[in-house]
């Protein structure tokens, strides 16, 4: 029974992880009908499934992040590009460290996540109208390649990221709002927002692990492992999707969709 809550958690991860709707938030949700037997190894779960995600984007972007090629100029162009995620990754992970105990205890439960929700759609309509406005506006210009980004703009995205640490405010969103307030077309923020996922995930799977200490049964291992394998799958064909849903339509679809959700989350636990 629990690999098969293992698989459809992995499928939540992976469908949530990299639109705008907060992956956590979904899995918190989730966690009132659908638990694994120990409440240490869940909790833990949820974030370690991540993993698997990320390794989606990795796969995906692989030409645009591996430095070691033929190529020299491009080499130090992708070089710049980590330089600037490990810029942005920064104020996440200094802040995180200290707080992931507090945010567990206080913030990991259902109405929290339904008003980060209705409050993440709220910033994402402000970022839209700000997008558009500076689209209309001749010669205001967006920045749509990564070369264009400057160590001042990775670091405010990085600042965004800390927004996330509320569940159910969304990391993708988070970053994705944060860019697009700096005046990144909407396919940029969305890759940067993925590679900046990259140390973030990956650090935080690490990191509750290690809290954790490995210490798990033979089954609880192959538990961990197949929802991971299932979130990357699933994050993989989401990653290709959302890429391309980008060049064409609005992220306010994803807002109506977090009020909506967020107020139907409130009205059944209040």
Same mark, same amino acid.
């Given at each position: 029974?629990?690999?098969?809550?293992?698989v459809?958690?992995?499928?939540?991860?992976?469908?949530?992880?990299f639109?705008?709707?907060?992956?956590?938030?979904? %899995?918190?949700?989730?966690?009132?009908?659908?638990?694994?037997?120990?409440?240490?190894?869940?909790?833990?779960?949820?974030?370690?499934?991540?993993? *698997?995600?990320?390794?989606?984007?990795?796969?995906?972007?692989?030409?645009? +992040?591996?430095?070691?090629?033929?190529d &020299?100029? &491009?080499?130090?162009? !992708?070089?710049?590009?980590?330089?600037?995620i490990? +810029? #942005?990754f920064?104020?996440?992970a200094?802040?995180?460290?200290?707080?992931?105990?507090? $945010?567990?205890?206080?913030?990991?439960? /259902?109405?929290?996540?339904?008003?980060?929700?209705i409050?993440? =759609?709220? %910033?994402i309509?402000?970022?839209?109208? &700000?997008?558009?406005?500076?689209?209309?506006? /001749?010669?205001?210009?967006?920045v =749509?390649?990564?070369?264009? !980004?400057s160590? &001042?703009?990775?670091?405010?995205?990085?600042?965004?990221?800390? %927004?996330?640490?509320? /569940?159910?405010?969304?990391?993708?969103?988070?970053? +994705?709002? *944060?860019?697009?307030?700096?005046?990144?077309?909407?396919?940029? #923020? #969305?890759?940067?927002?993925?590679?900046?996922? @990259?140390?973030?995930? $990956?650090?935080?799977?690490?990191?509750?692990?290690?809290?954790?200490?490995f210490?798990?049964?033979?089954?609880?291992?192959?538990?961990?492992?197949? *929802?991971?394998?299932?979130?990357? +799958?699933t994050?993989?064909?989401?990653?290709?999707?959302?890429?391309?849903?980008?060049?064409k339509?609005? %992220?306010?679809?994803?807002?109506?969709?977090? @009020?909506?959700?967020?107020?139907?989350?409130? @009205?059944?636990?209040?």
């Open positions: 029974m629990e690999a098969i809550t293992a459809i958690l992995g499928i939540i991860e992976g469908l949530t992880e639109l705008p709707v907060s992956s956590t938030g979904h %899995l918190i949700i989730a966690g009132r009908f659908l638990t694994l037997s120990d409440p240490a190894f869940e909790n833990m779960f949820n974030i370690v499934i991540q993993f *698997g995600a990320i390794l989606a984007v990795v796969f995906y972007f692989w030409n645009d +992040i591996f430095p070691f090629t033929r &020299k100029e &491009k080499n130090k162009r !992708i070089w710049k590009l980590w330089g600037l490990v +810029i #942005a920064l104020p996440a200094a802040i995180g460290v200290f707080i992931d105990d507090w $945010m567990e205890a206080h913030l990991f439960n /259902p109405v929290s996540v339904a008003i980060a929700l409050t993440g =759609a709220v %910033l309509f402000i970022a839209e109208a &700000k997008s558009s406005r500076r689209q209309g506006q /001749p010669g205001a210009g967006l =749509a390649e990564p070369d264009q !980004i160590v &001042k703009l990775a670091l405010i995205v990085g600042l965004f990221q800390c %927004l996330a640490m509320w /569940p159910g405010m969304s990391r993708s969103a988070s970053t +994705i709002i *944060g860019a697009v307030f700096c005046g990144f077309a909407r396919p940029l #923020a #969305a890759e940067f927002s993925f590679l900046l996922g @990259i140390p973030t995930i $990956m650090g935080a799977s690490f990191f509750k692990l290690l809290k954790a200490g210490e798990f049964s033979a089954y609880q291992w192959v538990v961990l492992t197949l *929802g991971t394998v299932v979130s990357f +799958i994050a993989l064909v989401v990653v290709k999707f959302f890429m391309g849903y980008l060049k339509y609005s %992220l306010r679809p994803f807002a109506i969709y977090r @009020i909506i959700l967020g107020i139907a989350v409130l @009205i059944f636990c209040l």
